[in-house]
């Protein structure tokens, strides 16, 4: 049976320098869970207590309720229920591809020729049902990574733990194996805990994307709700915007949303973090799929005049980098028809994902903008 993993309060030091500080974070039976942050956020170390590879200072982690890691108890990685896959395969290189996999069976089934038929099952499961006798060192990269798969399906563990599993192959098979990882971790029944610092591979996978940063968790939800209100400016950033664009609440429309004046023009944003009827200053930050690029006219309200500074083409369309009054650059705006460099534009905003976060200071003179017949 799939257990629900319980992380609460967990922290690490190393040395002086605290790593992991009160981690809370619940893994429900079954549940596809990503951990998401930048390089050095604390992400290998958060997997390493969860698999026992370290022991944790402060807090305790438990499975279905039961205590497997505080300070005085760690429960060693072969008695946790779960099993890991590695960015570096960690396969046994003097054992064939079927006996990598029978291995890792040994533990729970005493019979040598069970062991091989589910062994052998969980090979063709992963396309590697001709390649039963090839050593790794005869795999490709991407075979070895799906018999690193198979190996920890096999045993059907309540918990998964993926080390960053793509980033060391190339982008097709790399899309392709998140796919079998996906379907086949689900199909299974194992709980996942999966580290990357890639946004698009975490909200691909996950049913919920866990944010670290610092060594702390800024943000635990669906993908989704992390897209579309992040926390913090941070999480936002992280998550992929198109720019930043720094102004003043001039109006209050209705209790999601705010109209601010910036140098680029005036702007109807939704409310994010902790804005509050005594914010003045805001920054705006825009998702790239925010913007709607128009003929230029002048526009009212949530609409940006621009122009083209370049335009790639992506299949599916085009990502365009546009300069808007005032100078800033919004990177990556979409659009399934081509504008061409120089062409004098207008964006229609969406205000939905038009992201406004407080800030401390005036970095605009709503004055000046006047003068300069940029706010009404
Ligand atoms: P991430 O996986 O997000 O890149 P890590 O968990 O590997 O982050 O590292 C978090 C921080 O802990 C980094 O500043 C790293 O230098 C430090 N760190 C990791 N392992 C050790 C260790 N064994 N000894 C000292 N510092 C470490």
């Given at each position: ?12 030091a190393?040395?002086?320098t ?18 998401l942050?930048p390089s050095g956020s604390?992400?290998s ?17 438990r ?9 005085k108890?760690?429960t ?8 890991m ?10 054992m064939?591809?079927?006996e ?11 019979d ?12 063709e499961?992963v ?7 090839r050593?790794?060192?005869n ?8 018999l ?5 399906l ?15 192959l ?7 194996l ?7 971790t ?10 990357t610092h890639?946004?698009?591979e975490a909200?691909?996978?996950?049913d919920?994307v ?16 992390i ?5 913090t400016p ?6 992929g915007?198109?720019g930043?664009l720094?102004?003043e ?22 409310r994010?973090?902790?804005?509050d009827?005594?914010s003045?200053?805001v920054?705006i ?6 913007a ?21 083409f992506r299949?599916r369309?085009?990502d ?6 005032g100078?800033?650059r ?15 534009v ?13 800030s401390?200071?005036?970095v ?8 300069d017949?940029?706010?009404a």
């Amino acid at each position: 049976m799939t257990k629900r993993i319980e992380i609460k309060t967990v922290s690490k030091a190393y040395g002086v320098t605290n790593v992991l500080e009160g981690i809370d974070l619940t893994i429900e039976a079954g549940e596809f869970a990503v951990l998401l942050g930048p390089s050095g956020s604390g992400k290998s170390t958060l997997l390493r207590l969860v698999g026992g590879l370290e022991k944790i200072d402060a807090g305790e982690i438990r499975f279905d309720g039961k205590l497997i890691a505080s300070p005085k108890v760690h429960t060693p990685p072969d008695r946790r229920d779960l099993s890991m896959v590695f960015q570096d395969f960690a396969l046994w290189p003097h054992m064939n591809a079927l006996e990598n996999v029978s291995f890792a069976l040994e533990r729970y089934e005493k019979d040598s020729k069970v062991r091989r038929r589910q062994s052998g099952e969980m090979l063709e499961r992963v396309g590697l049902a001709s390649k039963l006798d090839r050593f790794p060192s005869n795999l490709s990269g991407g075979e070895q990574q799906r018999l690193s798969l198979a190996r920890a399906l096999v045993a059907r563990p309540s918990l998964i733990l993926f080390d960053e599993p793509l980033s060391s192959l190339d982008a097709d098979l790399k899309e392709r194996l998140r796919i079998e990882i996906s379907e086949l971790t689900r199909q299974v029944g194992s709980g996942a805990l999966y580290i990357t610092h890639d946004q698009s591979e975490a909200f691909a996978l996950a049913d919920r994307v866990a944010l670290l940063n610092d060594g702390k968790l800024i943000q635990v939800d669906k993908p989704e709700v992390i897209y579309r209100s992040p926390a913090t400016p941070f999480v936002a950033h992280f998550t992929g915007i198109a720019g930043e664009l720094e102004g003043e609440i001039i109006d209050w429309c209705d209790d999601a949303s705010v109209i601010v004046a910036t140098r680029a023009g005036t702007v109807v944003a939704k409310r994010c973090g902790s804005i509050d009827a005594h914010s003045k200053y805001v920054r705006i930050m825009l998702r790239g799929s925010a913007a709607k690029i128009n003929k230029s006219t002048n526009g009212g309200d949530g609409t940006l005049n621009g122009r083209v500074v370049d335009v790639a083409f992506r299949g599916r369309g085009y990502d365009h980098v546009i300069e808007v009054s005032g100078g800033t650059r919004l990177v990556g705006i979409f659009a399934h028809d081509r504008w061409e460099r120089d062409d004098l534009v207008h964006l229609t905003l969406n205000a939905d994902q038009t992201l406004a976060f407080p800030s401390d200071d005036a970095v605009i003179d709503l004055d000046l903008l006047a003068a300069d017949g940029q706010v009404a």
